[in-house]
């Protein structure tokens, strides 16, 4: 049921959670699902193509690259037009990506199909979290963006073994025609069945919303926070989404089946750490303490994996890569903070600023990390050097810890 006009029935909480969330919830699920299947599918791209691994990595981070590009248009879109319009007709434009992409026959075409997807997707995320904001109490939102959050990890989960099996039953390319046909389903429900809400947007016409934007990079505490979240969530997304499948290969050891299942085993973690950061942030919140405070935590236990998985500790495989999974994308915490921040007007602009950044260094980890393995010489096997993965995990690992220290500095502005 949608309205032309600005304003819906109030809804009860099932009611928002199924009508509103649950539609928004679907597109991000098939976002995280295209953003990370190319773990899973390299080795067909790799042998039906012909791709080295630095190609390989700019047309995985090609989806990154789009999806970052569009962010800052895509919060002045939000916050005009609202988020059922926008996600409907983006949608649209990743149901056509991933039909090119199951027709492609080159790099070059793979490349461009991936960043039409990329496209489409990038309000998978940015317009549930416009809706939590326009339906949902701000006490809760922590909460009610790791609820959309978690149907990205289902995302992630279906890219593993059910992606494989399906693979080896009717190819890569009837898969991808598939969830063309599945995203742009989703589309339409997005567009037919969420009610509007609309809210007045900051800034009046387009010139004053741009300069809201201006407003907002301009702001010392959102580059105090920034380098933390781009550094931490920027290397989560390009490591688990691509890299983590070759490795489980080449420095682990796995078979196809082996890393189809830690893929798995790690999506499952990255759902519990999705859900469980939610319910703890919300319960601290409710007691006083800040969201920054519960997202340090859960980050500096991301360190420590990703320090460990550096040092390539092999014995301890599954336990580092559950922990990687359950706790890289703590930094979603930061955008009810953002949104408190810069106030409901501009919470469409705030968060997806900060999105074009994390989303960028996606895309930056994702390609560098195949033009550094690419520095070494393949193995007697055919996979990757060992050591190209430590270089490559290690120079983000490192800038990570930098930008801890920098928002560390000046910790006591961040005051919403």
């Known amino acids: 049921m949608t309205s032309s006009s600005g304003a819906s029935k109030p809804l009860g909480t099932a009611a928002t959670a199924l009508i509103v969330l649950g539609p928004f919830a679907l597109g991000y699920f098939l976002s995280y699902l295209f953003r990370s299947v190319n773990a899973v599918v390299a080795p067909n791209l790799v042998s039906d193509i012909g791709l080295t691994a630095g190609e390989l990595g700019l047309l995985t981070a090609a989806y ?6 569009f962010q800052l248009p895509l919060g002045v879109l939000l916050d005009r037009h609202g988020p059922r319009r926008v996600q409907a007709a983006l949608l649209c434009c990743a149901a056509a990506g991933s039909l090119l992409f199951s027709l492609a026959e080159g790099a070059m075409t793979l490349t461009a199909a991936r960043a039409l997807i990329g496209l489409g997707f990038a309000g998978g ?25 978690a149907f990205g990890a289902l995302g992630i989960l279906v890219a593993t073994v059910p992606v494989e ?3 080896q039953a009717v190819g890569w390319r ?3 025609l598939f969830l063309a046909a599945i995203t742009l389903a989703v589309a339409a429900l997005v567009f037919f069945a969420v009610p ?15 300069a809201s ?6 702001d010392p505490a959102f580059w105090r926070l920034a380098p933390l979240l781009a550094t931490s969530a920027g290397t989560h997304i390009g490591i688990q989404t691509l890299w983590s499948g070759p490795w489980f290969r080449d420095v682990a050891g796995f078979d196809r089946s082996g890393v189809a299942t830690h893929l798995m085993y790690m999506a499952a973690a990255f759902l519990v750490g999705i859900l469980l950061s939610g319910a703890v942030a919300d319960w601290f919140v409710r007691r006083g303490v800040d969201l920054l405070t519960v997202m340090i935590c859960f980050l500096l236990v991301f360190f420590c994996a990703e320090l460990a998985i550096v040092l390539q500790w092999t014995s301890v495989t599954l336990l580092l890569w559950v922990v990687f999974g359950m706790t890289g994308q703590a930094a979603i915490l930061a955008y009810p903070w953002l949104s408190s921040y810069f106030g409901a007007e501009l919470s469409g602009r705030a968060n997806t600023a900060m999105n074009l950044l994390i989303f960028m260094s996606a895309f930056g980890v994702q390609y560098a990390i195949g033009e550094i393995i690419d520095l070494f010489p393949t193995t007697a096997t055919g996979g990757y050097d060992p050591r190209g993965y430590q270089i490559g ?3 983000f690992t490192a800038a990570q810890l930098l930008a801890l220290i920098w928002f560390f500095l000046g910790r006591s502005r961040l005051k919403a």
Do not use: H
């Open 64 to 69: 990154l690259f789009a999806f970052a590009a």
């Open 125 to 149: 995320l940015m317009s549930g979290f416009k809706a939590v904001v326009l339906w949902v109490p701000e006490a809760r939102r922590a909460l009610a963006n790791a609820c959309v959050m």
């Open 165 to 167: 099996i399906a693979v």
């Open 174 to 176: 009837a898969v991808f």
């Open 196 to 210: 509007e809400r609309s809210t007045a947007a900051a800034g009046g016409g387009f010139a004053g919303q741009i």
């Open 213 to 218: 934007l201006v407003r907002i990079y301009k």
């Open 393 to 395: 995990f290690g120079i």
